[in-house]
Nanobody
Framework: QVQLVESGGGLVQAGGSLRLSCAAS????????MGWFRQVPGKEREFVAA????????FYADSVKGRFTISRDNAKNTVYLQMNSLKPEDTAVYYC?????????????????WGQGTQVTVSS
């Protein structure tokens, strides 16, 4: 049974940093794309970043490029999202996702597995 468990969310002031973790279990993820999405009430889930687990290639939304960094730890089967220079508009529930996809990695429905989400709140 595949499980993705996010942690690390919380309340931070604008300009601060947080590191989210996504612990993955239940299968080998070496052929998967691991993604981070975020969602605020009333809006669609928004792509944030993704990483190819096998190659380590990374992809970012323009809104977070240069501020967020996605990485993975093979030994711990964990994906991280380091978020720096946080802004109030980064406030959302952040979700970890996994999928075997060759394209469309910014498209949420292409991912097969999702975590429960972790709240990130950035105060101004």
């Amino acid at each position: 049974q595949v499980q993705l468990v996010e942690s690390g969310g919380g309340l931070v002031q604008a300009g601060g940093s947080l590191r989210l973790s996504c612990a993955a279990s239940g299968r080998t993820f070496s052929r998967y794309i691991m993604g981070w999405f975020r969602q605020v009430p009333g809006k669609e889930r928004e792509f944030v970043a993704a990483i190819n687990w096998r190659t380590g290639s990374t992809f970012y939304a323009d809104s977070v490029k240069g501020r967020f960094t996605i990485s993975r730890d093979n030994a711990k089967n964990t994906v991280y999202l380091q978020m720096n220079s946080l802004k109030p508009e980064d406030t959302a529930v952040y979700y970890c996702a996994a999928g075997r996809l060759d394209y469309g990695l910014a498209t949420s429905y292409k991912y097969d597995y999702w975590g429960q989400g972790t709240q990130v709140t950035v105060s101004s």
